[in-house]
């Protein structure tokens, strides 16, 4: 860092100037006062207590429950999975479209004008370091395992059409009202249903944690965890046990939310290794790839935010630049253009209709997809939205929101549009259907059969999974690290890498287990649930803090 | 024999600072150089200030207690890392060379298992600046124990 040349990095060459004008909360409360600080053997710890103990046991207990009963766990699990997201599908649905209308809001409001950081604050990072990073962190694998596998399966359930089972219930998995036999409207919904499941919603949900965050803590004064957002709403009690379970849960969800991604980003990487290697599909493999990924995010923690994670992010930027540019190219390229704005109208047509949260017929789709992806965005919402508050100070609410908010959902539009295209235009004009006919982790690499130089792509394909992988661990294992030591980003080195080794063990138990991914998914939509809650009461927080800030 | 002697200063543990700050401080009249201490601190809020700014005031009230006790010139920077555990001995070293240090004074824990696996701050930056560094120990050495680990 010594001989970084980039002249936005300048803020670590002194003291910035004067932080300008902020409304700093005035509380009694010292950062770190109710830390245990010491050490084990030759080993310092500086942790948040109770923090720290109780997530950490819990963790080990739950992964201990698993291993013992699996049975009742399993058939526990799939209970919790199938309650929450059929009981509180209109939840998760309403208040992800709270977040993104908030949002919106916030952008063409004057409080937009409000820096992150005191009004005279400097970015820390240049927009491509800033939006590589955010970017890496909050889509990850899933833009792999799913870029192929989700446009496909909407598109070939909305040209089945809708079929009624005997209860009068739906048993198909279309969108809304399908699109029977017809192919142009088939791909036009399933292309919409895909972009609003990787669109504005999931981002808006990141872009109100991190906001949250980066306001308490940069503007405020108070600790970098998710408890600091809520001291507008309990006061000094955010400090005592409320403030301690909204920080546990937030590491429950992060734990289990990385290691669900972690779960994904194995499965695919070995059938990625299988199908071009021939290497054998099965536990073996999937624990060996998750030992060695958590050993390169080992070496990425202890290289530090900007000599690791961010350098990650960018290579992992660069690589999946190079497969989106190739996949553009080699497929039928201006129909994939033209199909993009289609989409992306398509998507806005659709949205009214595929955000209703009440009343839907289509209750596989909007239960088994939507339901589960917004627990699965609201579960990383802790990890991401720190991620992006830690590297986002000296930015505006305004240039926040657009650049976490919107860009974010047109590059995720572009993205689904190439790939999906790609597969679905496959299947319509070359009537080639393995892509179509083959599991989830595997389309991609049979849509990528088709195309030229399928043997250095495929390994593109991979190395970019392991990569994502590598750098959704790391800058997790940061975060949970900074919760944990109560909002201390300069905690003993040791405490990341304990955080980091644990979910790559998290990881390969819950694989291992009866239910598999399942069990991991059950938690991760567990977790959500309460966490939607926080997410609500953190909008109001928001509100009152950036209210304040004004008048400062 | 130093013009300007860099100590790094840990605000948080001041008290196991205490040999190497009396040491710098010795030095400095002798040699009639400036001790120049330096504190680094994140940018996000932490015990030691809300801000930088507020971490800075705090660096130059600690300058000013230690020339009111050991009556030699001194002056501070403050420097903002994006991740002070790791980047410390870069921020460090970055500084040594700006303030055109050329001896630095820096308290160490005694050598350690874990030294193997992850040299302390002290060693790194002995490894890698061209000028003088005093490493001190801050427990005096009890005669048993004057064997290497």
Redesign the interface.
């Known amino acids: 860092m010594s001989d970084n040349p980039d002249p936005s990095l300048s803020a670590d060459t002194g003291i910035p100037e004067p932080e300008g004008v902020s409304d700093l909360i005035e509380t009694d409360y010292e950062i770190g006062q109710d830390n245990l600080e010491g050490s084990l053997g030759p080993i310092g710890f500086d942790i948040h207590n109770p923090v720290f103990a109780v997530s950490g046991l819990a963790i080990v207990a739950f992964v201990f429950y698993t291993l013992a009963l699996p049975d009742q766990a399993g058939a526990l699990f799939s209970a919790m999975f199938d309650f929450v997201t059929k009981g509180f599908d209109w939840f998760f649905l309403g208040a992800a479209n709270i977040f993104v209308l908030f949002c919106l809001l916030l952008i063409v409001s004057p409080m937009g004008k409000i820096r992150l950081g005191g009004s005279e604050a400097t970015p820390d990072y240049t927009y491509l370091g800033w939006f590589a990073m955010l970017f890496a962190a909050g889509m990850g694998i899933g833009l792999v395992f799913y870029g192929v596998a989700e446009p496909m399966s909407h598109f070939s359930s909305s040209l089945g059409g809708v079929t009624v089972g005997e209860n009068g219930v739906r048993t198909d998995w279309a969108p809304l009202g399908g699109a029977e036999g017809d192919e142009a409207a088939a791909i036009r919904l399933g292309m919409a249903a895909t972009i609003f499941h990787w669109g504005l919603h999931p981002w808006a949900i990141y872009a109100i944690v991190a906001l949250a965050l980066a306001l308490f803590s940069y503007n405020k004064g108070l600790p970098l965890t998710v408890r600091s957002a809520f001291y507008p709403i309990l006061g000094e009690r955010v400090w005592g046990w409320p403030g301690h379970v909204i920080d546990i849960l937030a590491v429950f969800a992060t734990l289990f939310g990385l290691a669900t991604s972690l779960g994904f980003g194995a499965t695919q990487a070995n059938a990625g290794l299988n199908e071009l290697f021939g290497i054998p599909i099965g536990d073996t493999t999937e624990v060996i790839l998750i030992t060695v990924i958590t050993a390169i995010a080992l070496v990425s923690v202890l290289r530090g935010l900007d000599g690791g994670v961010k350098v990650l992010s960018e290579i992992n930027m660069a690589l999946a630049l190079v497969l989106l540019v190739f996949v553009l190219l080699a497929g039928s390229t201006v129909a994939v253009l033209t199909g993009f704005f289609d989409y992306l109208w398509a998507y806005i047509e659709y949205l009214p209709a595929l955000s209703n949260p009440i009343g839907r017929e289509d209750v596989n789709f909007m239960q088994g997809w939507t339901s589960f992806y917004w627990a699965w965005w609201i579960s990383w919402s802790p990890f991401v939205g720190m991620f992006i508050a830690r590297v986002s100070r000296g930015r505006t609410v305004r240039e926040f929101m657009i650049c976490v908010l919107l860009i974010p959902s047109l590059v995720c539009v572009l993205w689904m549009s190439v790939f999906g295209g790609v597969a679905i235009q496959q299947v319509v004009q070359d009537g080639y259907t393995a892509a179509q006919d083959a599991d989830l982790p595997l389309k991609l690499f049979k849509m990528l059969d088709e195309l030229p130089l399928t043997g250095i792509t495929s390994l593109v394909g991979i190395v970019l999974v392991i990569v994502f992988f590598v750098t959704s661990s790391d800058s997790g294992s940061l975060v949970i690290d900074t919760i944990t030591a109560g909002g201390k980003v300069d905690a003993p080195v040791p405490q990341r890498v304990f955080w980091a080794i644990f979910e790559g063990a998290v990881a390969i138990v819950l694989l291992l287990s009866a239910g598999g991914l399942g069990s991991l998914q059950s938690m991760v939509i567990s977790t959500g649930l309460p966490f939607t809650v926080v997410l609500l009461v953190m909008c109001v927080a928001i509100w009152k803090g950036l209210a304040s800030e004004r008048k400062a | 024999m130093f013009n300007k002697i860099m100590v790094p200063v840990d605000l948080a543990h001041t008290p196991s600072l205490s040999r190497s700050l009396e040491l710098a401080a010795q030095l400095a009249r002798q040699n009639g150089a400036t001790v120049w201490y330096v504190g680094i601190t ?6 030691l200030g ?4 507020e ?2 005031e705090r660096l130059d009230a600690f300058t000013a207690s230690q020339v009111e006790t050991h009556g030699h010139d001194a002056a501070s ?11 410390l001995t ?2 460090l ?2 500084a040594a ?2 303030i055109e240090a050329d001896l630095i004074v820096m308290a160490t824990h005694g050598p ?3 030294d193997r696996l ?1 040299p302390s701050h002290g060693e790194a930056i002995a490894r890698r600046f061209p000028g003088s560094v005093f490493l001190v120990r801050q427990d005096p050495i009890h005669p048993d124990e004057r064997i290497a680990t």
């Open positions: 994140a940018d996000t809020p932490g015990k809300h801000t930088p700014a971490y800075a920077t403050a420097y903002v890392a994006n991740d002070p555990a790791i980047d870069s921020v070293l970055r060379t700006e350690g298992v874990t992850w």
